[in-house]
Structures are given as C-alpha cells and as structure tokens.
C-alpha cells in the first residue's frame, strides 16, 4: 500500500512538471540573407516561408508582421526566437530584424 502511494505521488509530481512547460507561437525556420531580401521579398513569399504572423501592426506608418516562438518550462530556461519585418506601401519587406536565444543559434553566430 505505501509503494503503491508512492508511485502515485512520484507520477502527480511527474505530470506536474510537464504540465509546466508551455510554447507561444509556432516553430518557424531560421531567416537568411538569401529568404529575405530588402526591398524584393513579398508579404506573399514571407507568409509561404513562415506561415501566418502571429502579430500585425504598424510602425512609422509602415505596416509591421511579426513571428514570436516562445518555450518556457519549469526546469529550463526560457528559449524565444522573433521575426520582425517592416513593408513599404507597396507591400515589399523595408526592413527586418530577427533574434534568438536559441543555444545552437546564439552559439553559431558568436563563434
């Protein structure tokens, strides 16, 4: 009975743990300088490229999309990667910028 009550406490706090790891957004490929170029890249190329932003909006009168990946969990550390792309009126990327604090990403842009 005492064995049988620990394996019940041991997989409660088993499921807790898991039940604490949580993702924002959607995995989206690495940008590169060839996927994304300023001022020939469509809105219709990104969305083929990354799926739907999961946020719009405009900045210095330009419209802005956004992709955020966010996976935070209870014993690890919070990963995040951000796509941020600025159109012209023409509906062409202006600008962009993208950030990550993924281990291999980080590891492979500061060598």
């Known amino acids: 009975m005492r064995n049988s009550y620990r394996r019940i406490l041991s997989l409660g706090c088993f499921i807790l743990l898991l039940a604490g790891c949580v993702s924002v957004g959607a995995e989206f490929p690495t940008p590169t300088a060839a996927m994304i170029k300023n ?50 009126e023409r509906g062409v990327v202006k600008s962009y910028s993208y950030t990550s604090s993924l281990p291999e990403e980080v590891q492979r842009e500061t060598r």
């Open 39 to 88: 001022g020939v890249t469509t809105r219709a190329e990104l969305l083929q490229l990354f799926g739907s932003p999961i946020q719009v909006g405009i900045e210095d009168g330009d419209q802005t999309w956004t992709w955020v990946y966010v996976k935070a969990g209870s014993l690890s550390r919070t990963l995040s990667r951000q796509l941020h792309v600025k159109f012209t």
